[in-house]
């Protein structure tokens, strides 16, 4: 079996930010003994910017995002040198493996991370794997490492995505606001995966939060992995989930499979705005797989640069999809319910292309 493991910043650090030894160390080991059964271990890890902020005794964590990759540069040496330490024990080598996310949306880049990935595993090493946040932009990243962790299952083609994080899993509300709220056991392929309240995120130290991770289990259902969203606390829980122990929550497969490039459009991309769409060019693009025309258009909200991440709605405000806009916002409320032959002057006459649409 093929897993990535994620744990987050929360479950590494204390409340100042400084990494937690033991939470490193168990995680190691279990890693060396899920291993020595034959298994193949991907870890992605948060808390290179949380021990940037110890590292340099900061009272505090910084918003700006020019201190926060400062930050990422002097604490990703620090996280390296705590796992490749706990590694060492179990003879073990780790591999630094920083990513961006024009990686998956490439297909050179995507090729060669594979490619990367691969040797190292067949090297008999353990790929340690973050977003190279000193250099990433804002404008375009992952967002948080739960993203990421699906993005890298579906890359490597996993058999199982494990999201270690400070809750036992899934609840049908918040547990820290709602005492009724219940685990949720078992999520089908079927089901809204996104229809429970989500909104709790349990500290300030990371970047995601219960909705990063639902959409993570998401990506991966959709790229046929099952996830598997878990606490880092609980005693063996990778030896235990890789075993099939029920815990935490499971979200099975998909039997749709996405490209990475889809995968990263439909659900780890920024959305910018909205293309309301009559019902006739709902069905074009649910059944006939057609790109969006402007034809089919009846309101465009938000301002948005072609190459920009948005939705497709029907007016009611149910979203139907979502894609890459040919054009920008202001071209796109021109061209909004003309027929193709009569637009003049328009370097693309196609909204959304077909090949960059997910349809829902």
């Not at 744990?7 to 937690?20: E, F, N, P, R, Y």
């Not at 309240?197 to 289990?217: C, E, I, Q, V, Y």
């Not at 009846?298 to 890459?324: H, K, M, P, Q, T």
């Amino acid at each position: 079996m093929r897993i990535v493991l994620k744990i987050g910043t929360s479950s590494l650090t204390d409340d100042k930010g400084v990494l937690i030894p033991s939470v490193i160390a168990s995680v190691t080991d279990q890693i060396a003994d899920v291993r020595a059964s034959g298994h193949e271990v991907l870890l992605v890890t948060s808390g290179a910017v949380a021990s940037g902020v110890a590292g340099l005794g900061m009272a505090e964590r910084p918003t700006d995002t020019l201190s926060l990759q400062a930050l990422s540069a002097v604490g990703q040496p620090q996280l390296m040198a705590a796992y490749n330490g706990e590694l060492m024990r179990h003879g073990l080598v780790g591999a630094q493996v920083l990513l961006v996310p024009n990686d998956f949306v490439d297909r050179n880049q995507y090729l060669h991370a594979k490619n990367t990935l691969m040797r190292l595993i067949e090297l008999g090493c353990v790929p340690i794997i973050n977003e190279n946040d000193a250099i990433a932009n804002d404008e375009i990243r992952y967002g948080d490492n739960d993203h990421l962790a699906a993005l890298l299952s579906h890359l490597v083609s996993a058999d199982l995505l494990l999201l270690l994080t400070d809750t036992d899993g899934l609840y049908t509300a918040d547990p820290n606001a709602d005492a009724s709220a219940t685990l949720v056991a078992h999520v089908a392929a079927d089901d809204p995966l996104m229809s429970v309240d989500a909104s709790g995120s349990g500290t300030n130290r990371g970047s995601g939060g219960m909705a990063s991770k639902l959409a993570a289990a998401r990506i991966a259902s959709w790229s046929g992995v099952t996830a598997v969203i878990a606490a880092a606390q609980r005693d063996n829980v990778v030896r235990d989930v890789v075993a099939g122990a029920t815990l935490g929550t499971r979200f099975a497969p998909h039997d749709r499979s996405l490209s990475a490039r889809k995968l990263w459009i439909a659900f780890a991309a920024d959305v910018v705005g909205t293309v309301t769409v009559d019902a006739g060019a709902a069905e074009a693009l649910r059944s006939a797989g057609r790109s969006l025309l402007p034809a089919g258009v009846v309101n465009v909200a938000g301002s948005f640069a072609a190459g920009e991440v948005v939705n497709v709605s029907l007016s009611d405000g149910r979203i139907i999809g979502r894609g890459l806009a040919s054009v920008d916002a202001a071209d796109a409320r021109s061209m909004q319910g003309k027929r193709s032959s009569d637009i003049e002057g328009q370097r693309s006459t196609v909204v959304i292309h077909r090949d960059d649409l997910v349809v829902f």
